[in-house]
């Protein structure tokens, strides 16, 4: 007989099962689980895996926009780069906000000059490793004319 794993969306009655399961834990740590919350991440949502009806794990998931690099033009002055970095910023948050994203990450090195810009503009550097899974995007259908 194969194994039968069904997802959901964790409902309210899930809560306090789930509330007692994060106390008992030593390994999630309570930034991660204030960020999940819906009033610091309006996208966030919590995936439910059940085998046969029992909860075999819940997992909050939320949205983070990528800043995936910065092109400045090689002839701008330094004050000039740094004035558009704040700009950047604004705009940022502002488009993100807007589709209720409120964290946003860009990968760097921790001596690069925009490092040393983010951590002095409230960017602050995660401890942690990123693993990262890219999802192959799906081909695109010819369309018809």
């Not at 194994?3 to 964790?10: F, M, S, W």
């Not at 059940?50 to 983070?64: D, T």
């Not at 409230?122 to 693993?131: A, K, M, N």
């Amino acid at each position: 007989m194969q194994d039968e794993y069904t997802v959901r969306l964790a409902g309210a009655d899930d809560s306090e099962r789930f509330a007692k399961w994060i106390g008992g834990s030593t390994q999630i740590p309570v930034e991660d689980v204030k960020a999940s919350l819906k009033e610091n991440n309006p996208t966030s949502v919590v995936l439910v895996i059940e085998k046969h009806g029992e909860v075999v794990l819940f997992a909050p998931l939320y949205a983070v926009a990528r800043l995936a690099f910065i092109g400045f033009n090689p002839e701008a002055a330094g004050r000039e780069r740094l004035k558009a970095l704040d700009a950047l910023k604004k705009a940022s948050q502002a488009f993100w906000g807007m589709h209720g994203v409120n964290e946003i990450e860009t990968l760097t090195m921790e001596d690069y000059p925009v490092a040393q810009w983010a951590l002095k503009h409230g960017f602050t550097l995660e401890r942690r490793q990123v693993v990262k899974l890219v999802t192959p995007s799906q081909p695109q259908s010819e369309s018809v004319h």
